[in-house]
């Protein structure tokens, strides 16, 4: 593997990490603040960051393989190099987004009925969950998608996890560089950053 390769496989790793946490920040504020709408679809993409993020430091995977990476490319990844449960997860949480994209899985008449408070179909048309069901269900699976590949990160042998922290350490170096400072100043509040520092602590405890 060149340096180049390494370097680049590290900032991926930083990066889309950095990506997912913010994004399950912004789905708690979401949850928190009753926009029930968009909290499911921030979990789901907190984890697509956090699989691409390890994934992409899995040295047997070649970097071309991420170029404009797509859902079930990344659930194939997924199964292959996290097992078939977080495949499985992935998988649910992703109906789950598509289910409030496309409200539902239905005919045009039961989405209608969905905008009148019926439940959500998603996944399979036998399958169906109020909006808070899904919510709980979204939250609980993101928080434990994105803790096991964080276990899995400190395992891998490669050089691009180094800079990485570790669940278990306070590293604020990490947090000062990649939450804190002006990589997030653009794209959310001040409150906003805070935030999703509180929700990194609680994923790296």
């Known amino acids: 593997m060149s340096d180049e390769d390494q370097h680049n496989r590290t900032m991926n790793l930083n990066a889309h990490y950095a990506w997912s946490f913010a994004l399950w920040a912004s789905a708690e504020a979401a949850r928190t603040s009753g926009n029930l709408v968009l909290a499911p679809i921030g979990y789901y993409y907190s984890v697509f ?7 992409n430091a899995v040295p047997g995977i070649a970097p071309t393989t991420f170029d404009r990476m ?3 490319p990344l659930s194939n990844l997924i199964e292959q190099h996290l097992g078939s449960d977080l495949q499985k997860d992935f998988d649910e949480m992703r109906d789950l987004r598509e289910a409030i994209n496309y409200l539902g899985m239905g005919s045009p008449a039961g989405k209608l ?16 969950a109020s909006l808070d069901d899904m919510i709980s269900r979204a939250r609980n699976k993101s928080r434990t998608f994105i803790i096991s590949t964080l276990d899995k990160v400190a395992g891998l042998p490669s050089r691009a996890v180094d800079t990485f922290p570790k ?19 653009g ?8 935030k999703a520092v509180t929700s990194v602590r609680e994923l790296l405890a």
């Open 113 to 128: 009925r969905v905008l009148r408070g019926h439940p959500l179909r998603f996944g399979t048309p036998s399958q169906s």
């Open 167 to 185: 669940r278990g350490d306070d590293d604020e170096n990490w947090l000062l560089e990649y939450m804190q400072e002006d990589i997030y100043l």
């Open 49 to 55: 960051h956090s699989a691409y993020a390890y994934l």
């Open 187 to 194: 794209l959310m509040s001040d409150s906003m950053r805070g």
């Open 70 to 72: 797509g859902h079930q």
